[in-house]
């Protein structure tokens, strides 16, 4: 089992930045894909980006990628989302997900660990 927890979410304001970040244990996720998601008020949860086991190949929504930057630290059994010129529209919870595949993987079911989500609130 890999229990998630994310972290670093917050109130900030359009333009800015935060780093979340997505602390595993139980076992280490160093043979595990990672994923960042996000569900917004009254949507679906969508996906973000992901990241291969050892970090080679990452893969991003396409309207995020110029602005998020999906990183990990095996050594320290964690995974980042860096969120730059944050928009009111980025406001949602969002999740960390382990995979069991090594490759990056960008489908919900692919995902068998979920973290419980950290609110990001960007305000205008």
């Known amino acids: 089992q890999v229990q998630l927890v994310e972290s670093g979410g917050g109130l900030v304001q359009a333009g800015g930045s935060l780093r979340l970040s997505c602390a595993a244990s139980?076992?280490?996720?160093?043979?595990?894909?990672m994923g960042w998601f996000r569900q917004a008020p009254g949507k679906e949860r969508e996906f973000v980006a992901a990241?291969?086991?050892?970090?080679?190949?990452?893969s991003y929504t396409d309207s995020l990628k110029d602005r998020f930057t999906i990183s990990r630290d095996n050594a320290k059994n964690t995974v980042y989302l860096q969120m730059n010129s944050l928009k009111p529209e980025d406001t949602a919870v969002y999740y960390c997900?382990?995979?069991?595949?090594?490759?990056?993987?960008?489908?919900?079911?692919?995902?068998?660990?979920w973290g419980q989500g950290t609110q990001v609130t960007v305000s205008s």
């Open positions: 139980g076992r280490t996720i160093s043979s595990y894909a």
């Open positions: 997900a382990a995979s069991r595949s090594l490759t990056v993987v960008t489908a919900q079911g692919g995902y068998a660990y």
């Open positions: 990241i291969s086991w050892r970090g080679g190949s990452t």
